[in-house]
């Protein structure tokens, strides 16, 4: 991969992040409980964030473990995706508060070696990531828990498809992920 192509990957990643940091400054809280809609918060879905939280954490230590050896461009590239995971797992946190579970450290695979060779590795968990969140998602009833979740989903499909792109997948494959 280029020098040019990965800078490009790390400002896309840097974009996505920045999106789901400030989001929630910009979502506002037009009510749509005041209007008979679903509630902003439920009490309901903290079992199905928790068990968003155990999988981020679960991705943290998994990242954790990806970046020993990297060098240069490839570690800050990863580093990147992790501080992302990072930021989830707290929002997660931070949203449940005392309602949130003790997650899991242990990572969901043992990533080892140059980021070329565990990149495809690292894009099936953060497709599969993508997808628990998805699945999850359908069955939230508060919509601050579903506007966090949508925005932590966007973000996993875009870690996703830069990987594969760094696997060597075409661009059409990539976003086919």
Excluded: W
Aim: charged share 15%.
């Amino acid at each position: 991969m280029s020098m040019t192509s990965r800078r490009r990957l790390i400002a896309s990643l840097l974009a996505g992040g920045a999106v789901v940091a400030v989001s929630p400054l910009f979502a506002g809280h037009a009510s749509a409980a005041e209007a008979g809609g679903p509630p902003h918060r439920d009490a309901a879905d903290n079992d199905a964030l928790n068990a968003c939280l155990e999988r981020e954490s679960r991705m943290v230590a998994t990242y954790r473990k990806a970046i020993v050896g990297l060098k240069e461009n490839d570690l800050i590239a990863m580093t990147l995706i992790l501080d992302h995971h990072v930021a989830y797992a707290q929002a997660l946190k931070g949203y449940l508060a005392v309602e949130s579970n003790t997650p899991s450290s242990v990572p969901l695979a043992s990533p080892t070696g140059s980021l070329a060779s565990i990149a495809r590795q690292l894009a099936a968990l953060e497709d599969q990531t993508a997808t628990v969140h998805t699945d999850i998602l359908a069955a939230i009833k508060g919509l601050d828990a579903a506007m966090l979740l949508a925005s932590i989903v966007t973000v996993e499909a875009r870690h996703a498809a830069a990987l594969e792109l760094i696997a060597g997948a075409t661009p059409i494959a990539a976003v086919g992920n």
